[in-house]
């Protein structure tokens, strides 16, 4: 099993559409959870940390669930300024290191 | 605009050249990594940094040689690269601790002829 499984899409949904991607981890003891977003031969942009009680910023929401250790990321209305790749991450205890999910790659269409 | 700063953005080499990338940062933040991105993958670890100090070497191929002068510095050095190392080199920072999240520079594009 993978550290940090995401599907990798492409999810193709219409503008002002709602899209949820989940992303499952392996080690129970992680503490940290990450959303980010990449545009196309650019740089990973920070989106959202995720906290347990679930946050939201504007049209996006995260949600944690340890018991099922995945952490799932909704864009509300969606907008054709939204396509680009959403990367999960999450921390590995005890080290500097963060493991990254393969993506999912989304488009809005017009 | 991104708070960690990359040169140079584009770097185009032959295989028996040496040359470095500079990563910067002004943020206070204590870790600092390089990472490798092939198109259509997520960026893989290379090097960590904590506190100046190489804590993460990632089964790195000796041709990469990761220095970190002072806090917000890291260069990585390149010699007798492969074409198969042309790739996005990502630098990111981050404070220490749990939670805490890492910041992108936007990359070095590097392409060995």
């Known amino acids: 099993r993978k550290e940090v499984e995401q599907d990798p899409g492409p999810f193709n949904v219409p503008e002002g559409a709602t899209v949820a991607f989940n992303c499952t981890y392996s080690?129970?003891?992680?503490?940290?959870f990450f959303w980010y977003r990449q545009d196309c031969r650019k740089e990973p942009k920070l989106l959202m940390s995720?906290?347990?009680s679930g946050n939201e910023d504007g049209r996006f929401t995260a949600q944690l669930n340890r018991a099922s250790q995945y952490i799932s990321l909704l864009i509300r209305d969606s907008k054709l300024s939204d396509s680009a790749t959403y990367l999960c991450v999450v921390s590995d205890p005890g080290t500097y290191k963060y493991i990254f999910g393969t993506g999912t790659r989304l488009k809005v269409l017009a | 605009d991104t708070e960690v700063t990359q040169t140079p953005k584009h770097l185009v080499m032959g295989m028996t050249n040496k040359k470095s990338l500079k990563c910067e940062q002004h943020?206070?933040?204590?870790?600092m990594y390089w990472y490798k991105q092939k198109a259509k993958k997520p960026p893989e670890l290379m090097f960590v940094?904590?506190?100046?100090?190489?804590?993460i070497n990632e089964s790195v191929p000796s041709r990469f040689s990761p220095e970190c002068p002072n806090s917000s510095l890291l260069n990585l050095h390149l010699h007798a690269l492969q074409p198969e190392d042309s790739a996005l080199y990502l630098c990111?920072?981050?404070?220490?601790?749990?939670?805490?999240?890492?910041?992108f520079g936007d990359g070095t594009r590097l392409s060995i002829l």
């Open positions: 943020m206070g933040h204590r870790a």
């Open positions: 940094y904590s506190y100046e100090k190489l804590s």
């Open positions: 990111a920072s981050s404070q220490t601790g749990s939670n805490q999240p890492q910041h």
């Open positions: 995720v906290y347990s």
């Open positions: 080690n129970s003891a992680s503490q940290s």
